[in-house]
């Protein structure tokens, strides 16, 4: 049996009123900038030692989520660096008392926050920066900037699950597989990779994802090439 396939994007909701859209992104934007304090807080306290290097996209808020779509975000967020999953306990839990508009009282308006660490590897040359805290915008070491607004994520409308290889079904594999893909603006699946792998089944579990068909992600209606995570499980 195979089962498919989480993501890491909230949620579809209905489409937002656009009466109030442009007022609602302003106030969550307003929101962000009056806790940039916090953020920065949680900044230092989830790596002081700057081991990370990389880049991470964070959706807020999390609460009165679905338990499915719950349960596909702590699966994503399982395959990131630890220093990221830090940042995310700690900045919902700040977040919760912020007043951002949730998913019941404003439907898909979501505050993102984009984060860069050490893409340019200052830490790693320079070791005496170890001993400094994790924010730096000064120096470059990592940037921190957010965006708020409505977000849809992609619908899938065409293609099939990932199913068993013939060597994996002979040498009754079974285990779980983690991918991240892009979907396009068209709402084509490219450039997926393995995260986690499984023996005989990782080739076919990426052209098969590669193959499907989604409606884009919108953001603020408008078409988006975004991330997108799946979880494949495979069992006998």
Known sequence: MVTACAHAPPAVFPAPDPAHMAQDIEKVREIAEAHRQEIEQCLRLSDPSLSWVGQATLFLPRSNSPPQEAQS??????????????????????????????????????????????????????????????????????????????????????????????????????????????????????NCRALKKLSRMNDATLNSLEARRYEPALWNGQPIETDYFFRVDFMQ
Request: proline share 7%; with cysteine.
């Open 73 to 190: 975000r702590a699966r994503w967020l399982s395959t990131l660096p630890t220093a990221v999953q830090s940042f995310d306990a700690c900045i919902q839990s700040k977040a919760k008392n912020w007043g951002i508009p949730n998913q019941v009282t404003r439907p898909s308006l979501q505050l993102v926050l984009f984060l860069q660490a050490n893409l340019s590897g200052p830490a790693r040359s320079k070791p005496d920066l170890a001993s400094r805290p994790l924010l730096s915008l000064q120096e470059g070491r990592v940037q921190l900037f957010y965006e708020a607004g409505f977000f849809s994520a992609p619908k899938l409308i065409a293609g099939k699950d990932p199913k068993y290889t013939g060597a994996g079904l002979l040498e009754n594999v079974q285990g779980t597989i983690v991918a991240k893909c892009i979907i396009d603006t068209k709402g084509r699946v490219r």
